[in-house]
Every structure is written in structure tokens, then in C-alpha cells.
């Protein structure tokens, strides 16, 4: 009840995964928990793992072996015990630290490791846990999966709230609210931010002459390659109509201008697919600060 009542106070799946690691941890008295999470169409699973008080989150194919061989399991339960089997950890050595003797993958809910996933606990010595543990763990296990899949599905309703709908980048409403928290920190820790903008060059002819269909291809093959080009730290975001503005965290002036020329070089020398079988010569002018 307990368990239940904290997790639904959870905001982010970083914080019901903390929380599902702390009950395992202390009722199985094992050194620590990783998740391996799906979403049932999974393309790409996602690992969490916790490191001191906080959770790394990252993300795996969804071919990695460790869930290939969970589904072909019947019971879909993987252990390994170095005292049995020294050689046998290569399945979970993505998950567990160096030092770990034990380790054993578990599903998250009944339907198995594609349903929601799967929690992998290790343990420096290797041990046995008691049946009426596993079936207590595994019922907040599910309490978890559920929790997982609603965080997911509020993940996905903040996305599109965030997202411009054309080019797939961040809208203006999130980088105005994200530039002030880039800007507050930046100061706060005394590190370096820069800012791009740019806008399409003679956007407005190019729809009177090709129409309205034919720059909104421009505008998301122009997004995708700015994608391509950033870090992950990295914010691009449509300013509106033609413009766009990048925020570029841990980047001193001089690093902003050579980005800023690469995409130029790159945009000047990409021919933009505007269907039919026609493409464009597009440019840009950019600023940076």
C-alpha cells in the first residue's frame, strides 16, 4: 500500500523507477536494480539504472540478447550465478557492475519482456531468493509496469504539446520556456551558451513560385538536416514561419560560428526534394550571439 501510494505521486518514470529500487533493493537485500522497459511495439527498449541517489536513462535496440534470450525462455527468467556459471554473465553485462557474482532478469507483468519489460537485480555475492519474495516483488513489479505505461502516455501528450507539427522540432512556446531555464543556469554555474537563428532566404518566392506544399517539404528536410547536425544537449526549434533558433548549451562563441557555417555550407549544397521529381536550390542567413 505504502509502495502504491508513493508511486502514484510520481511525475516521471525517473522517479517511479528510483522508488521501485529502493523497495527491491531493500526487501530482496540485494546491491541494486535495473530496468529494461517496453512499450509492447517496442523498436528500441530503454534501460534505467541508478546511480547513487539519481537514474541514467538510455536507450538499447530492442534485438540486445539479454531480451532475445527472455523470449525464448517459457518462464522468461534469466539467472545467472557465478558460483554455477563463471562464464555465464555476458548477458547481463550491460546492466551490472564489474564486481556483481549474481544477477537474474525477471518480467515487469505477466505477458513478458515485450508487454512492459523486465527489472534485472545483481548482488556481489551470489545467493537464492525465496519463492515468497519473488511473488511479492513481482506484485509491485506490475504495479510498476502499469505506472510506466501511464508516464509514458503523459511523456507523449507533453511531446506533442512541445513539438511544431510540420518539422517535428521543438515550437517557440517550449524554447522560450527553455532558453530561460538555459540562460538561468548558464549564469548561475558560469558556463558558456550560444544561440542561432536563421531564416530561409527568399521564402515567400519560393512558395508564389512552387506553392505552399512545396515549402512545407523544404521546411522539414531543412529541420532534418539541422537534426542531424546537432548534439543531443543541443535545442532546435521552429521560430515560426521560415526562421528557426538553436540553443547550444556548453558552447563558447567561437564553437556557435563554425556550426553556424557548417549548416550553411550544408543547406547551400543540399538540392530540396519538392516532389514530382523537382528539387531546389535553398539558402540561409544565420546569426549567432
Same mark, same amino acid.
Given at each position: 500500500?505504502a509502495?502504491?501510494? /508513493?508511486?502514484?505521486?510520481?511525475?516521471?518514470?525517473?522517479?517511479?523507477?528510483?522508488l521501485?529500487?529502493?523497495?527491491?533493493?531493500?526487501?530482496?537485500?540485494?546491491? %541494486?536494480?535495473?530496468?529494461?522497459?517496453?512499450?509492447?511495439?517496442?523498436?528500441? =527498449?530503454?534501460?534505467?539504472?541508478?546511480?547513487?541517489? !539519481?537514474?541514467?536513462?538510455?536507450?538499447?535496440? !530492442?534485438?540486445?540478447?539479454?531480451?532475445?534470450?527472455?523470449?525464448?525462455?517459457?518462464d522468461?527468467?534469466?539467472?545467472?550465478?557465478?558460483?554455477?556459471?563463471?562464464?555465464?554473465?555476458?548477458?547481463?553485462?550491460?546492466?551490472?557492475?564489474?564486481d556483481?557474482?549474481? =544477477?537474474?532478469?525477471?518480467?515487469?507483468?505477466? %505477458?513478458?519482456?515485450? /508487454?512492459?519489460g523486465?527489472?534485472?537485480?545483481?548482488?556481489?555475492?551470489?545467493?537464492?531468493?525465496?519463492?515468497?519474495?519473488?511473488?511479492?516483488?513481482?506484485?509491485? =513489479?506490475?504495479?510498476?509496469?502499469?505506472?510506466?505505461?501511464?508516464? &509514458?502516455?503523459?511523456?507523449?501528450?507533453? /511531446?506533442?504539446?512541445?513539438?511544431?507539427?510540420?518539422?517535428?522540432?521543438?515550437?517557440? &512556446?517550449?524554447?522560450?520556456?527553455?532558453?530561460?531555464?538555459?540562460?538561468?543556469?548558464?549564469?548561475? !554555474?558560469?558556463?558558456?551558451?550560444?544561440?542561432?537563428?536563421? *531564416?530561409?532566404?527568399?521564402?515567400?518566392?519560393?512558395?508564389?513560385? !512552387?506553392?505552399?506544399?512545396?515549402?512545407?517539404?523544404?521546411?522539414?528536410?531543412?529541420?532534418?538536416?539541422?537534426?542531424?547536425?546537432?548534439?543531443?544537449?543541443?535545442?532546435?526549434?521552429?521560430? %515560426?514561419?521560415? /526562421?528557426?533558433?538553436?540553443?547550444?548549451?556548453?558552447?563558447?562563441? *567561437?564553437?556557435?560560428?563554425?556550426? =553556424?557555417?557548417?549548416? &550553411?555550407?550544408?543547406?547551400?549544397?543540399?538540392?530540396?526534394?519538392? %516532389?514530382?521529381?523537382?528539387?531546389? *536550390?535553398?539558402t540561409?542567413?544565420?546569426?549567432?550571439?
Amino acid at each position: 500500500i505504502a509502495f502504491s501510494r /508513493e508511486l502514484n505521486s510520481k511525475k516521471t518514470i525517473e522517479e517511479a523507477v528510483l522508488l521501485f529500487s529502493r523497495y527491491i533493493g531493500s526487501l530482496l537485500e540485494v546491491d %541494486g536494480v535495473s530496468l529494461l522497459l517496453s512499450d509492447g511495439d517496442i523498436k528500441i =527498449a530503454e534501460v534505467f539504472q541508478q546511480c547513487d541517489k !539519481y537514474v541514467v536513462r538510455d536507450e538499447i535496440s !530492442y534485438l540486445h540478447p539479454l531480451l532475445e534470450a527472455a523470449r525464448q525462455d517459457s518462464d522468461h527468467i534469466l539467472v545467472w550465478n557465478a558460483a554455477d556459471d563463471p562464464e555465464g554473465r555476458a548477458l547481463f553485462d550491460d546492466f551490472i557492475p564489474q564486481d556483481a557474482r549474481f =544477477a537474474a532478469a525477471y518480467p515487469l507483468m505477466e %505477458g513478458g519482456v515485450d /508487454e512492459a519489460g523486465m527489472y534485472i537485480i545483481f548482488n556481489s555475492y551470489p545467493m537464492m531468493i525465496a519463492p515468497d519474495l519473488l511473488e511479492e516483488v513481482g506484485f509491485l =513489479a506490475s504495479h510498476l509496469g502499469i505506472d510506466v505505461q501511464n508516464l &509514458r502516455y503523459s511523456e507523449m501528450l507533453q /511531446e506533442l504539446a512541445d513539438t511544431d507539427g510540420l518539422t517535428g522540432l521543438f515550437n517557440h &512556446r517550449y524554447f522560450q520556456q527553455r532558453l530561460d531555464q538555459e540562460i538561468h543556469r548558464c549564469s548561475r !554555474y558560469d558556463r558558456p551558451l550560444s544561440l542561432i537563428m536563421f *531564416d530561409i532566404d527568399h521564402f515567400k518566392r519560393l512558395n508564389d513560385t !512552387y506553392g505552399h506544399p512545396a515549402g512545407d517539404a523544404v521546411l522539414r528536410e531543412l529541420s532534418a538536416l539541422v537534426s542531424l547536425s546537432l548534439r543531443k544537449i543541443d535545442v532546435p526549434a521552429r521560430y %515560426g514561419g521560415e /526562421e528557426f533558433v538553436l540553443i547550444l548549451p556548453e558552447t563558447e562563441k *567561437d564553437g556557435a560560428v563554425i556550426l =553556424a557555417e557548417r549548416l &550553411r555550407e550544408t543547406v547551400e549544397k543540399n538540392a530540396f526534394n519538392i %516532389g514530382n521529381g523537382s528539387r531546389v *536550390d535553398v539558402t540561409v542567413s544565420i546569426g549567432v550571439s
